[in-house]
């Protein structure tokens, strides 16, 4: 017999993981469905050492201890890891079909994050034959004072750069626009970061399987001729964002994520995506954004 649940969860990532801590400190009936073998999707496995800042209530913590924060409450009867969701029925009973079982729920929260993904690559010859060009770090305390080159203009390069040049004063933020996607402010006070506006990688220099350095080229308009930067490294730190891998689920889809309504995030009766899976106008995929959809999303069904 198929087991009912009021709410069940499909993601067991930061958003799925606070969503299913409201449930259980409500006392509401749920479950939490996550396809892999570990809680807290993007922390633990791309940044886990990496400071998180912008949760309201918490002034500083690790990402991985953020993750570990939320799994650790909730009681185990009411997870599944190494369940991934194949299939999903709307109607009066939401029908969330597994590999193995099949569930219904009255309400369910879609928290798949970015799914399935791959680091966006450097894309220079040789990256993958060196030792030292990373796209997360498990652990920097060896990189005092050492030569880093970060890529990327999002919130994740953007908080790297100011965490990093607290450790190391040689630190280089290297982007390919004049403009940052994520919140210059986060580095408005980072007094040993150098930054390159606009600059892509052009060629890294090898001596035994590491990058020695990486040359940068200036972005120019066609006709002109651009500069040409050598910067001596230690460590490349790649942060261009994943490739998704595109969900299942038979919704309304803006590329690899659902379109949702951008005030209920709904994308089917009694059906919501919230955290980095919901796409939406101005859309911000950070960890605070995601609680607020999640406290928006909990109100409408509690």
Known sequence: MQKHYHIIIVGGGPAGLYFANKCQNSGLDYLLIEASDTFGGQLPRLYPEKD????????????????SKLANNLKKEKVLLNTKVVDIIPGDKIEVKT?????????????????????????????FEVKNIVYKLDD???????????????????????????ISNNVSLIHRRLEFRGNADTIKDCHNLAVYLPYVPDHIDVEKNKATSITIREVVEEGKTPKFI????????????????????????????????????????????IGDVASYENKKRRIQPSIEEA??????ID
């Not at 193995?100 to 966006?120: E, K, N, Q």
């Not at 880093?148 to 607290?166: C, M, N, V």
């Not at 406290?295 to 409408?300: G, L, R, S």
């Open 52 to 67: 998180i800042v912008d949760i309201k209530g918490i002034d500083v913590i690790k990402a991985k201890d953020y993750a």
């Open 99 to 127: 590999s193995a079982l099949s569930f219904s729920c009255d309400y369910l929260i879609i928290a798949t994050g970015l799914g399935s993904s791959t680091p966006r690559p450097l894309g220079v010859d040789h990256e």
């Open 140 to 166: 920097y305390s060896q990189l005092k004072d050492k030569r880093i080159a970060i890529f990327g203009g999002g919130d994740s390069a953007l908080d790297w750069a100011k965490h990093l040049s607290k």
């Open 230 to 273: 050598a910067i001596p490294v230690d460590l490349i730190l790649v942060n261009y964002g994943n490739i998704a891998e595109a969900t299942n689920f038979n919704f309304e889809k803006d590329g690899s994520f659902l379109k949702v309504n951008s005030t209920t995030y709904s994308i089917a009766k009694n059906i919501f995506a």
């Open 295 to 300: 406290d928006a999303v909990f109100n409408i």
